[in-house]
Nanobody
Framework: VQLQASGGGTVEAGGSLRLSCAAS????????MGWYRQAPGKQRELVAD???????NYADSVKDRFTISMDNYKKTTSLQMDSLKPEDTAVYYC???????????WGQGTQVTVSS
């Protein structure tokens, strides 16, 4: 599976950005798509994921600010990020997998920078 992410960029605090990711290749077994992020000097962390295009899961730090969606047929996902904070600055990675026991496949990463 190959994942192509787009979006990201630089925005002022309080602004919005939208990330998108499309899977290609052997996508039939993808059930979960999600977004992770890694800030400098920190470990990669889950931001949000979505199962079967319906069941969502968010990190506490982004609840009520970020919204994940997924087209379960096309195997695409988007992350709408609102009310961005400087602490949201990180490289964001798209992830796709069959179940939560797997590490899955990763996109190339896209930089999100939020200025104060």
């Amino acid at each position: 599976v190959q994942l192509q992410a787009s979006g990201g960029g630089t925005v002022e605090a309080g602004g919005s950005l939208r990330l998108s990711c499309a899977a290609s290749g052997r996508i039939r077994n993808i059930n979960i798509m999600g977004w992770y992020r890694q800030a400098p000097g920190k470990q990669r962390e889950l931001v949000a994921d979505i199962l079967h295009g319906r069941q969502t899961n968010y990190a506490d730090s982004v609840k009520d600010r970020f919204t994940i969606s997924m087209d379960n047929y096309k195997k695409t996902t988007s992350l709408q990020m609102d009310s961005l904070k400087p602490e949201d600055t990180a490289v964001y990675y798209c992830n796709a997998k069959a179940n939560r026991f797997l590490s899955g496949d990763w996109g190339q990463g896209t930089q999100v920078t939020v200025s104060s």
